[in-house]
């Protein structure tokens, strides 16, 4: 009965990704939007490759599927399908609408001849000192094809008709990948593929060019680690992290039309036997178009400045407001400086002893970092948990953390097992021998870039039984242990922690509205999250629909869960929200007969968060502050949801 119960994970994630691909199509959204929603695209689909089809590649492998095809053929053949839709969107819609400006982006086609001239300069006086042509029957002995690097496959043909192919490097990291060029006052876009296509006779001047082809090869992305090693975790990574680019291959993307002969022998040099060959458009590693060079108000969403949600008096203090009453930031519609104001005033608060906090994805220039340096310079007690193995940031938080290593901060990683991905800190202060904690608890990174487009919710609190309790947590962190053992039992009543009581208390959460609808008494849950898989928490909000609970779930991403089935979860409706922001938030909402309770926080309900994380998620308690989640909630189930939400908080925010 599982299969009928359960969606596809994999197969959910590839319908996330379509509807990220459906919002390139809408004519209401921008251009300059719909072309960078091109480019999400293709940038998950990078992924999807890199992390789950090795996966996929290996269950298949080691499985007999003699009831159809494995998990493997199905997520190619959903992912053909879309591919085919991405070429559909390009050349029906946008192209003829960006001809429609008088904006000619030449895709799959040749270089016009008026601006053929400009075309063959820049590929003299910029392309031209990065290209090195390799040819496959000589040149490869010890030539690597990198990961998700462009390359030309040119077949050439000398004057005696024998055959020869090439292959040319497309040198898209060094230089930029699409150009604007102008004529007679038409502007035109061209690939640097196309320039250098444009001019290989250059390249090759005494053969005949009977093809050229582009190509991408994408590389298994995940870190072996040895969890017996006793070396230092930053060792091990950085290590690792030199050799994941030269990963099995899981993907030769292809233009179509290669003759087999050819794409054989390419194949057989390459070593890319065990790679999955996939025919996409003319051009790859589309997420480049999130650079389009396409300006103006008119191409772009309008702006949205981030209002201020908190106003602190002259001559008072960020600290002081926490210490009267609860904050709530919900960025991006809010200004992020609050969060950057807790961590300053905490380095150069002269009461401040102790500070704590957990970094998961770390800005390229983090002010929070540099503001935990300087408590750490001004005699301060810095503690920084530091999750190195977080997916493609494990180099930027590497570096992070042997900054404020040499800079007095106590640097804490989690064991190789378990992942630390709450997102929390907290301030001790000790005035006249007393303690006094201040905290902040999130529902995403303390990162002020990814702030700018992320949805998210942050608590600034000074609940003192709460915040003792983050200091428990604390003290178990800084073991650095694989999970908690029974020494280690920390009776979280307020926080909900994984590894501890998080899974237990979403389910006694959900018995308690199972009750109440049986008991005929108000019930209903409402649940907003990036990813829904785990199958004892889906099973548990299946038995809530039966009971008559009425479900509402925001799911951005994968969801194993079938709502709307009958007798099983027809009172279970999912929503999904793909727009000009990144939904991130994880809210929890549970009616509980009159007297709503409302948790927010890091976990999503996936298995690895369930079982394989450190997440924290924590209770809403300021009834105005519940008001304004309830509103934020209730227009995200509707239609227009980010640009109320956005007048809804600018309305508040006058008020």
């Known amino acids: ?66 009831d159809g095809p494995g998990n493997y053929e199905l997520a190619k053949t959903e992912i053909n399908r879309q591919q085919r839709k991405f070429g559909a969107i390009i050349a029906g819609q946008i192209l003829p609408q960006l001809a429609n400006q008088d904006i000619h982006w030449i895709y799959n086609k040749p270089i016009p001849p008026q601006i053929a001239d400009q075309v063959i300069n820049l590929f003299f006086n910029e392309v031209l000192a990065y290209i090195y042509p390799i040819c496959i029957e000589r040149d490869l002995t010890d030539f690597f094809a990198e990961n998700n690097k462009l390359y030309q496959l040119v077949i050439l043909k000398d004057e005696l008709g024998a055959e020869r192919l090439e292959l040319i490097n497309i040198p898209s990291d060094s230089l930029q990948r699409l150009y ?279 608590l600034l609190t000074s609940h003192q039984p709460m915040l003792k309790e983050l200091e428990a947590l604390f003290g178990f962190l800084s073991k650095s242990k694989k999970a908690p053992a029974q020494e280690d039992y920390i009776d979280f009543k307020y926080l909900l922690v994984a590894q501890f009581n998080l899974q237990q208390r979403f389910l006694d959460l959900i018995q308690r509205e199972i009750d109440n609808a049986k008991a005929g008494l108000l019930n209903g849950i409402t649940i907003k999250l990036n990813n829904l898989e785990e199958k004892i928490l889906i099973s548990k909000l299946y038995a809530a629909s039966q009971a008559g609970v009425k479900v509402q779930l925001v799911v951005r991403g994968i969801c194993c869960l079938i709502p709307g089935q009958a007798g099983l979860s027809e009172n279970i409706t999912v929503t999904r929200i793909v727009d000009r922001y990144l939904e991130h938030g994880r809210i929890f909402i549970f009616e509980n007969n009159g007297n709503r309770e409302i948790f927010m926080g890091s976990a999503d309900w996936m298995n690895r968060n369930i079982y394989s994380r450190i997440e924290v998620c924590f209770p809403l308690y300021d009834p105005k502050l519940k008001e304004i989640i309830m509103k934020i909630v209730n227009l995200q189930l509707h239609d227009n949801a980010q640009e109320s939400i956005y007048k809804f908080l600018n309305d508040s925010n006058a008020i």
């Not at 319908?15 to 199509?25: I, K, Q, S, T």
């Not at 099995?248 to 057989?268: K, S």
């Open 1 to 66: 009965m599982e299969e009928t119960v359960f969606f596809n994970r994999d197969l959910s994630w590839l319908g996330f990704n379509e509807r990220v691909l459906l919002e390139a199509a809408k004519d209401t959204v921008p251009m300059l939007e719909r072309i960078k929603f091109l480019s999400i695209y293709s940038s998950n689909l990078d992924e999807f490759y890199r992390v789950r089809m090795p996966v996929l590649m290996a269950v298949d492998e080691h499985t007999q599927e003699i």
């Open 180 to 458: 604007t060029l102008e004529h007679d006052g038409h502007k035109y876009v061209v690939f640097l593929e196309d320039i250098i296509k444009h001019n290989l006779s250059y390249l090759f001047p005494h053969d005949t060019i009977w093809g050229v082809f582009n190509l991408k090869i994408t590389r298994d992305a995940e870190l072996k680690i040895d969890n017996g090693s006793e070396e230092d975790l930053t060792i091990i990574l950085e290590r690792q992290l030199e050799t994941r680019d030269f990963g099995f291959a899981t993907r030769f993307l292809v233009e179509p039309g290669i003759p087999l002969r050819n794409l054989y022998r390419l194949i057989y040099a390459l070593k890319l036997g065990n790679a999955s060959v996939v025919e996409g458009g003319g051009y790859h590693n589309l997420k480049d178009l999130s650079n389009f060079p396409l300006n103006g108000v008119a191409f772009s969403y309008p702006k949205w400045p981030s209002v201020f949600s908190v106003t602190i008096p002259e001559n008072d203090t960020l600290f002081n407001l926490i210490l009267k009453e609860d904050l709530l930031v919900n960025v991006p519609y809010q200004s992020y400086d609050p969060i950057l104001r807790f961590f300053n005033e905490a380095a150069n608060d002269v009461f401040v002893e102790e500070i704590y906090t957990t970094l998961y994805r770390v800005a390229n220039n983090s002010r929070i970092v540099s503001a935990l340096m300087t408590a750490a310079k001004n005699g301060k007690k810095v503690v920084a948990l530091v999750e190195l193995k977080a997916r493609f940031d494990e180099a930027n938080n590497i570096k992070w953390a042997k900054q404020m290593k040499a800079a007095g901060v106590k640097i804490i990683y989690s064991s190789i097992d378990l992942k630390v991905h709450a997102k929390v800190a907290l301030v001790k202060r000790v005035i006249s021998g007393r303690e006094e904690f201040l905290g902040m608890l999130a529902t995403g990174n303390l990162n002020e870039s990814t702030a700018r487009f992320y949805t998210d919710q942050i």
